[in-house]
Each structure stands twice: as C-alpha cells, then as structure tokens.
C-alpha cells in the first residue's frame, strides 16, 4: 500500500491533540439489533459528539496543525453541514476566522449553528461537490487555508481516533459498520483498528442513491457520480477521495449500499428503541445491520455519525419510516356519492382497529356519482396492515395503497 501520508502514529497524536476537545462517547447496548442478528450489537453515539457529530475530530485536528501565519489568513470549507459546524467549532476554538460554502438547501439547523460558532456562510450550488469547487477557489483568491472534509492525513487521523475508542470500549469488537461519504471515517477507523487488531471487519455503508465507492473499488481508482437526491445528504459526495480511497480499498472489508426505506427504518429505530436522535447520514450502519443481518460477525459496533436533522425532515422521514415499517398506510377508495357510504368505510376501519389520523373527502377528478376517499391510517405492522387492505376488498372496496 502506498498511501503513507497518514499512519497509526498520526491517529495517536490526533488523540492528543483532541484532548479536552472532543468528547469520549459512549458506547451503547442495542438489544433490538442484537436480536436482529443474532449476536450483541452496540452503538457509537457519534451524534453526541461536540457540534452533533464525529466531524470535529477531524476539522479540529487539521486547524491545530496550522502555523501561526497559515491561522492568520483564515480557514475555507465546504460542507452540506456537519464539517461545517466542525470547522467553524475547531477554528473558533483556535482563534481563526472560517468561511464556509454550503449548498443550496443545506439543513436551516446546521446553517445556524455554523453561523452561532462564529463562521461566515456562504451559499453555492446544489451539491457538496459545487461547494467544494467554490470553497477551493476562495482559497486561491484570498489565501484562506483550505480544510477538505475527507481528502486530507490530519482529517483521516483525527476520525480515526473513534476506532481507538471503540477498541478501548468494547475490546471484543468483530465488526464495525459506519456511514461513508468522501471516505474519511472508515479509512481513519480502519486505519486505527486494523492497526491493533486486523481481525476485526470494517463494513462501510452508502446511501444507494449516492454511492461512489462500490462503482470506484469495481474500478480501482476513484469514479465520480452524480448522486440522486436522497435524505443521507451528509453522505452524498460524488467522488471518493484519493487518500481516503486507497486507505479504504486495503483496508475496508465491504462496501454495502442500503435504500431511503431501510434509512427511514433505522432512523425510526434509533429514536423509538435506543432513544438516539440520529440523523440520515448518521444511520446508514444501523440501517445496513436491519437489512443485511446475516453478513455482520458480532459483536458489531454501528457507529451513528451525526445528530444534526433538521425537525421539519425529521417529521418527514418519522412518517417515511413507519410506513416503510408497516405502521402508517396511506390508501384511496372510490365510494358512491351518497349518504351513509363514507359512515361504513370508516366503520369497518375502526372495527380492524385501524386509527385514523387523516381523511380527505375529494369529488373533482373522479367518475360521476362516485367520491375518492383518502385515508391515512396508524397500523401495528406489515401484517396489520395487510390484514386492513385484505379486509376492505373482502368488503367489495377497491383499495388503493401509496
């Protein structure tokens, strides 16, 4: 292998470094998921991290190597949120003025807290990749020292102190599953943890609608997409990093993808059984651990990311989630325009113990002398709710789900 630029030793020093900086997170049992596979499963709850992510480690870590001189001409970024905060934290932190380009439509949360950390933002672009182009050329005019999110060995080493933690805290450990963006926290985490103990499985986990790395290790060297839009946006980069990608080629076991259902469900999971607020991003191992149980040797440590969600997407993908888990059905039903018709279809909801949280009564569109009913309905699983649809056209409804 010839990615030397980052070593084991650097992942020590990052630690140091981050002493009194970044917080020791904890490390929590999932009984759910250790049911699911059969073997002990716990969580690295990244997402309590300082500034809401693991991001910080890293930006940090980059930021306090700078000279004095290099401090003084300001730090550039670019980032759809957690580096954001991370970069705007660390260079507060170390006295330093950071300006950071966001895309369009970044999360209204982490914009703010940015900003609340003392950064400039500003907006360019739709996707993490413009933002990048942009930042690294208000590098080149102002002479602003460009932090990269993941293509850099100070970066790598101080995420890879998580991997050091996580030995640290569960010794046992046979495989860790975490989220992959640009590369930068598998390659630091496999990096450490393979360092001490090469036994152990790194699985690395995109979202499916922006997955560059299994397209890039089929290829052997990195490959730009163009990433679909998808609610793991924190994950949604284009193109692996050089750095990243050799580190992760030798030394990442897998690299699995999992769909905007599976994300859902694991969110939904997170946040009802282990009571963790994780965002999109964050969640893509948990996520991968439902999916594809059988591949994961315990005990497994799923690190969750980030926390940062905006509340407004968190309602949405809380909704996205339950009926991905079969717990919110949402239908259509023609009924004759006549008095007492909509009164027995609601009947015979309630009579399946179905909960109605939402109705729409809607004639315009539809065939004369008939009425489109829309329901949104609280079920308490697939099964029940197969059971409701099943009902209905046993009843002579035509049901329409979705």
Known sequence: MSAQQVTFEDVVAA???????????????????????????????????????????????RIARLTREELGRGVVAASAGNHAQGVALGSGLLGAKATVYMPEGAPLPKVAATRSYGAEVIFAGHTVDVALAEAREHAERTGAVFIHPFDHPDVIAGQGTIGLEILEQLPETGTIVLSVGGGGLAAGVALAVKSLRPGVRIVGVQAERAAAYPVSLSAGHPVMVQPAVTMADGIAVGRPGELPFELIHYLVDSVVTVTEQEISRALVLCLERAKQVVEPAGVAGVAAVLAHPQVFEPPVVAVLSGGNIDPLLLAKVLRHGLAAAGRYLTLRVSLPDRPGTLAALTAEVARLRANVLDIAHERVGVNLGEVEVQLQLETRGPEHAEEVLGSLRGHGYRPVSG
Not at 22 to 50: F, M, W, Y
Request: hydrophobic share 40%; charged share 20%.
């Open 15 to 61: 630690r140091e470094l981050l002493a009194g900086v970044a917080v020791r997170t904890p490390v929590l049992h999932s009984h759910v998921l250790s049911d699911a596979i059969g073997g002990p499963v716990h969580l690295k709850c990244e997402n309590l991290q300082r500034s809401g992510s693991f991001k910080v480690r890293g930006a940090y870590v």
